[in-house]
Each structure stands twice: as C-alpha cells, then as structure tokens.
C-alpha cells in the first residue's frame, strides 16, 4: 500500500528536524533529481566519498537517454523517494543541479514525512529541494557541492575539508567574513549584530518556486543568494519578482554571494546595480561579498541553521552554528 497521501501546499516551517553526524561505513544514497553528468566525473566523486569513509550507494538506472534530465520524472521520483525514506542510509547526494528538481515538489509535497531527518546536499537547482524540505518537513538542507564536484578539483581544498568536517562532527561553526554593508534605507541600519536561521540558495531557482506547491517565505531568516549566467536586468527583475510576492517581508537581512559570467555585451557589469536598487527599496539591511556561488569558493551552508551577522569593524562576517544532532 502506498504512504503517500495528498496534503495542501504549505510554506508553514514545521519544528526544526536536524540530522544527525555521520559516521565512518555510513550509507549515503547519490541521486540524481535534475541533470546528468559525465561518468567519469561521477566516478571521482564517488571515490572521494569513499575516501572519506562512507559507502556511496547508486542506483543502476541512474542516467538515462532523457532530455534536459538525467532520466524521466518517474525514475528521478522513485530514486529520490527511496533515498529520502531508507532507514540505513544517513544522507542524500545529488550528482548535479542544473535543472528538472523543481519536478519533485509536487510529489515531496503528497508524501508522509520519514521517521528520520537526512541531509540533502547539493547547491544550484538543488535548492528547490532543500527549501521544500525545509517548509514542509523542517529538515535542514545542506548548501554544498554536487558529488560531480567532489573530485574534479572545481570546489576549494578549504571548503571540501569544511564540509567533510560539518558532516562527521569535527566542525561545529562556521565563519565567512569580510562581507560590505550595501548603501540603502535610512531606517535600514543594523546594529551591531543581526541573528535568524539561514535561508537560500540560487536565485533563479528560488524564484521559480513562487508558482508552485512550496512558496518561498523568509520571515525572520537571513537571506543568502547566488547565481552564473544571469546578467545585472535579469538579477533585478527576479529580486523584484521575490521582494512583490512578500519573500523578504519580515527579513532580518539579505546576503548577497556570487554572481559570476554575468557581463553586458560591452564587457561591464550590472550586478552591483540590481544590489543597489534592493537595498534602496528592502527594510532589512543588504550585504554583499559572501563568498559562494558556482566558482572555486563554496563553503557549506545550512538551511536553518542559526546565524548572526557581526559588524568587525574591517567588514561583516557571518557566523553560524551546524544544527546537527549526536548520534
């Protein structure tokens, strides 16, 4: 008989659900919810992961011959339904973002919660999953490289060794620092100190969740962004489009990562613009410099995890604790 049952949309975050450190021989279930990617990528990745002691479990009909996808909707649905609800595996990799995540709400949003809380890594498209989860069933996400990354040497050697440190427990906080106040509203200054849960992940991708079945909501939170290929109009109008449907509403702050191959035609920027324009407009204050995004630097981040932003005289840094749980 099948658990899954029908439920209304919601953005209501539920009790927060975190997961617990992972151990040495701990299953990790690799999916694959949007795109594919080379074989051999996936091959260095995984050899990382069992590098660093766990066992990478994959399924066989990962891939397929599909557009766009790494396979169809129903195959990525059952992979990552069996992934999500497995009582012997302690965390879920995706492959890649890129796109087709957003295919899944829906399903995510009809189906009974699994008796325990597991990280869902990746970043980009991902974050479409990791917000879902974290509004529907309170499970904090992991902002992190795709296993594609792990082993092609595209992430930093510092924040690989971060990440591997969040997930065993060695690493309990994390501190990125050297973040610039961007100039807005008067009644926008912050004190010296600013605290909420995170809240993120790739503009394009949360902007794309305001028509579906988990609408974005950061009321309370600290608002971190990134995105590639989106020039200084584009950025704006997708702020915009977040700020109108009541996103920011009650926000403590917005942070602002990388937003990378987003030149004009002329070779300028208009990045630093759009940031303007929403700091002008927002109550809450704006920063900029957080050092995420698709380049070299990509630092875990968790979704929920407390956070403050602190004024360090040489620039804002943003200090946040993991929120996982002992085992």
Known sequence: MSRERKSRPTTRRRVVRPWQVLAHGDVIDVVAPASKCPPERLAAGLAVLREWGYVPRVPPDLFADTPLVANTEAVRWQHLRRALTAPDSAAVWCVRGGYGCLHMLGHIARMRMPGRSKPVLGFSDVTALQLALWHLWGWPGLHAPVVAQLGDGSVSERDLKSLRGLLDGSVGELSLGRLRRV???????????????????????????????????????????????????????????????????????????????????????????????????????????????????????????PATLTDRGNGWSLDYRVGTSAR
């Open 183 to 305: 100039a807005g509203r008067a009644d926008a200054a912050p004190s010296e100190t600013i605290a909420g849960p995170l809240y993120g992940g790739n503009l394009t991708t949360l902007m794309t969740l305001l028509g579906g079945a988990v609408k974005p909501a950061a009321g309370g939170c600290i608002v971190f962004f990134e995105d590639v290929n989106e020039r200084g109009y584009s950025v704006d109008r997708m702020l915009r489009m977040l700020e109108n449907a009541g996103t920011f509403r009650r926000a403590r702050a917005v942070v602002l990562g990388e937003f990378l191959r987003a030149e004009e035609p002329g070779g300028e920027t208009m990045i630093p613009a759009a940031f303007s324009n929403l700091a002008e407009r927002l109550r809450c204050p704006v920063f900029a410099g957080l050092p995420i995004g698709h380049g070299r630097r990509l630092p875990p981040l968790v979704i929920g995890a």
